[in-house]
Nanobody, 119 residues
Framework: QVQLVESGGGLVQPGGSLRLSCAASGRIFSMYVMGWYRQTPGKQRELVAAITSDGSTNYADSVKGRFTISRDNAKNTVYLQMNSLKPEDTAVYYC?????????????WGQGTQVTVSS
């Protein structure tokens, strides 16, 4: 199975930057989608950014132009570069991976990492 471990969260001033990392271990299928989600108390978990095995990316409107998702296949790691951070970005950020093989889909989540944007 796949295990995901997030890192890089922390406290940052408004306008600052953070880079989140998600390292995957275990078997990884060739067709996949990896994404970053975030959740705050009382809010539904939302997709922030995603990247597919063919390199396509997708972003929530609220983070377009500020966040960038990327990957390093050699390290089995996906990154989320977050710039121009706002207090509204404060949340627990979760890494997600969906693997596809024929009609089978596997869904994995990391433990989450806290991002706090505050002065």
């Amino acid at each position: 199975q796949v295990q995901l471990v997030e890192s890089g969260g922390g406290l940052v001033q408004p306008g600052g930057s953070l880079r989140l990392s998600c390292a995957a271990s275990g078997r990884i299928f060739s067709m996949y989608v990896m994404g970053w989600y975030r959740q705050t108390p009382g809010k539904q978990r939302e997709l922030v950014a995603a990247i597919t095995s063919d390199g396509s990316t997708n972003y929530a409107d609220s983070v377009k132009g500020r966040f960038t998702i990327s990957r390093d296949n050699a390290k089995n790691t996906v990154y989320l570069q977050m710039n121009s951070l706002k207090p509204e970005d404060t949340a627990v950020y979760y890494c997600n991976r969906k693997d596809f093989l024929g009609t089978m889909m596997s869904d994995y989540w990391g433990q989450g990492t806290q991002v706090t944007v505050s002065s």
